[in-house]
């Protein structure tokens, strides 16, 4: 079974905290993506990464960073917490095809910044 | 860029009633065409997919048909379920990038 592993499911950090969110795939895909999503909002592209090192900002990337060192793994860094990053944040990964293939999703992080 | 425009919810529908939840989108190039289900308390799954214009995907009842001339790829079932109550997302994907709506929530009823 393919597998895309978010390190929590539940988070509460306080104002100013970095925030760390980590997430594994086992399915040897190149693409990897964090977004989050909100009531009324969907899913918002935060960042994408279609290579170990690479990065590209999606749509919302103020406030956020990432990391790919490896091709399995893909963390998302809130520098400093702030109360509107208040969020579920979902991690996807996928392949990279002309055209476009499938995304595999985790199971979401709740977080709370209090 | 892309942009994928979905109906607002919620849906409320009887169980066995029709289903029909519209999705068009704008995109660069070629894209592939989801449907994501989100069960309560759950990450997104893909319901369905179409590659290329005509295609028809389906999957457990529903089916979504890629039509290019009027780019839209709208989700239909002809008889729902009280399990079919979820949030669905219509998403379009390039060979990097995927691009959501804002998702349509569905609850039937008895």
């Known amino acids: 079974d393919v597998k895309v592993t978010q390190s929590s499911r539940y988070l509460v950090k306080r104002t100013g905290e970095k925030v760390f969110l980590e997430c594994v795939q086992d399915m040897d895909h190149e693409n990897m993506f964090w977004y989050r999503q909100d009531p009324g909002l969907g899913l918002r592209l935060i960042y994408f990464?279609?290579?170990?090192?690479?990065?590209e900002k999606g749509d919302i990337p103020e406030g956020y960073s990432v990391s790919r060192e490896k091709k399995e793994r893909f963390s998302l860094i809130l520098e400093s917490a702030s109360t509107n990053q208040t969020s579920m944040y979902l991690c996807?990964?996928?392949?990279?095809?002309?055209?476009?293939?499938?995304?595999?999703f985790g199971q979401g992080t709740r977080l709370t910044v209090v | 860029g892309n942009s994928v425009t979905q109906m607002e919810g919620p849906v409320t529908l009887s169980e066995e009633a029709f289903l029909t939840i519209n999705c068009t989108y704008t995109?660069?190039?070629?894209?592939?065409l989801f449907w994501y289900v989100q069960y309560p308390g759950e990450g997104l799954q893909l319901l369905l997919k179409?590659?290329?214009?005509?295609d028809k995907g389906s999957n457990k009842g529903f089916e979504a048909t890629y039509r290019k001339e009027t780019t839209s790829f709208h989700l239909e079932k002809g008889s729902v379920q009280v399990s079919d109550s979820a949030v669905y997302f219509c998403?379009?994907?390039?060979?990097?990038?995927?691009?959501f709506g804002t998702g349509t929530r569905l609850q039937v009823t008895l």
């Open positions: 996807a990964s996928s392949l990279r095809k002309t055209g476009g293939t499938e995304a595999f």
């Open positions: 990464s279609y290579d170990v090192k690479m990065k």
């Open positions: 179409a590659t290329k214009a005509d």
């Open positions: 995109a660069t190039g070629y894209p592939s």
């Open positions: 998403a379009i994907g390039t060979a990097s990038k995927l691009t």
